[in-house]
T-cell receptor
Framework: NAGVTQTPKFQVLKTGQSMTLQCAQD?????MYWYRQDPGMGLRLIYY???????DKGEVPNGYNVSRLNKREFSLRLESAAPSQTSVYFC????????????FGEGSRLTVL | GENVEQHPSTLSVQEGDSAVIKCTYS??????FPWYKQELGKRPQLIID?????GEKKDQRIAVTLNKTAKHFSLHITETQPEDSAVYFC???????????FGKGTRLSVIA
């Protein structure tokens, strides 16, 4: 049982380049989330999807887009990367929205030069 | 929206001592309060949670207390061990509504 799998684990981009972070869960969870983690800032929500077919902005959505491709997959896209988007990104899922445990992926470390 | 404040940001304790981490929240409607532990280079993992109909919950060496009137909740770790060294995050939210809001984290170091 893999849980939550996100790729890539590491990526270096130049300013202005685009990329997509992929996330998949095999627990049949309804809700999925993308967080970013910066030193001293905790976990900040970028976007979330309460159920298949819906997406909503979180605390820090600017510069990002998301797609809930199906129940299993939730991708995060950076259209034009900026140095301020250098961070560790975590995908997470839960059975239902905010009623139980969040299961996190291993994280993706992104550096924008 | 919800705002969660967490203190202290760093905490060092001697092995065997107790550690306490405190969080306050702003939205009185919040009813779910989990705690996550993140070891260095790893993903956050849930260690304990409490819902608003309960004042205290224990699981072996860890316990969480909730004071809804004062809007604060705390994590207590007794008989600390080196493997307790990690970053701990509190969070708050309303079931079935908006997602969890996390505190900024506490880096706990247990000194052997």
């Amino acid at each position: 049982n893999a849980g939550v799998t996100q790729t890539p684990k590491f990526q270096v981009l130049k300013t202005g380049q685009s990329m997509t972070l992929q996330c998949a869960q095999d627990m049949n969870h309804n809700s999925m989330y993308w967080y970013r983690q910066d030193p001293g800032m905790g976990l900040r929500l970028i976007y979330y999807s309460a159920s298949e077919g819906t997406t909503d902005k979180g605390e820090v959505p600017n510069g990002y887009n998301v797609s809930r491709l199906n129940k299993r997959e939730f991708s995060l896209r950076l259209e034009s990367a900026a140095p301020s988007q250098t961070s560790v990104y975590f995908c997470a899922s839960s059975a239902t929205e905010n009623t139980g445990e969040l299961f996190f992926g291993e994280g993706s470390r992104l550096t924008v030069l | 929206g919800e705002n969660v404040e967490q203190h202290p940001s760093t905490l060092s304790v001697q092995e065997g001592d107790s550690a306490v981490i405190k969080c306050t929240y702003s939205d009185s409607a919040s009813n779910y309060f989990p705690w996550y532990k993140q070891e260095l280079g790893k993903r956050p993992q849930l260690i304990i949670d409490i819902r608003s109909n309960v004042g205290e919950k224990k699981d072996q060496r860890i316990a969480v207390t909730l004071n809804k009137t004062a809007k604060h909740f705390s994590l207590h770790i007794t008989e600390t061990q080196p493997e307790d060294s990690a970053v701990y995050f509190c969070a708050a939210g309303l079931s079935g509504n908006t997602p969890l809001v996390f505190g900024k984290g506490t880096r706990l170091s247990v000194i052997a």
